[in-house]
């Protein structure tokens, strides 16, 4: 099982990104899988997560109507589109899948993990 983000970089304060986490190694349409990050210092936070189907997301209360989580199984592939970001959005962004189909908002309740990407903000 292997997960690779990807995606992130600099942008300025208002900007948009799109995080693209590419899953290999299983199924991608079996499993909820989801978005955290840390910023340093801080502690590792859950961003969102999508169940199996697509029809259940979680966002976490800082991030609500500015992102968006999706998935295409058939590319294996999880995104995260991030508009209107502000520098508090800046930190370390990671996917990782639970192994059941039901999201989370639970770091501990994700199984498998990937690599992650930063993303910066400039004010």
């Known amino acids: 099982v292997q997960l690779q983000a990807s995606g992130g970089g600099l942008v300025q304060a208002g900007g948009s990104l799109r995080l693209s986490c590419t899953g290999s190694?299983?199924?991608?349409?079996?499993?909820?899988i989801g978005w955290f990050r840390q910023a340093p210092g801080k502690e590792r936070e859950g961003v969102s997560c999508?169940?199996?189907?697509?029809?259940?997301?979680y966002y976490a209360d800082s991030v609500k109507g500015r992102f968006t989580i999706s998935r295409d199984d058939a590319k294996s592939t999880m995104y995260l589109y991030m508009n209107s970001l502000k520098p508090e959005d800046a930190a370390v962004y990671y996917c990782?899948?639970?192994?059941?189909?039901?999201?989370?908002?639970?770091?501990?309740?994700?199984?498998?993990w990937g690599r992650g990407t930063l993303v910066t903000v400039s004010s």
């Open positions: 999508i169940s199996s189907s697509g029809g259940t997301t």
């Open positions: 190694g299983f199924s991608l349409d079996d499993y909820a």
């Open positions: 990782a899948r639970r192994d059941v189909p039901f999201p989370s908002r639970e770091s501990t309740n994700f199984r498998s």
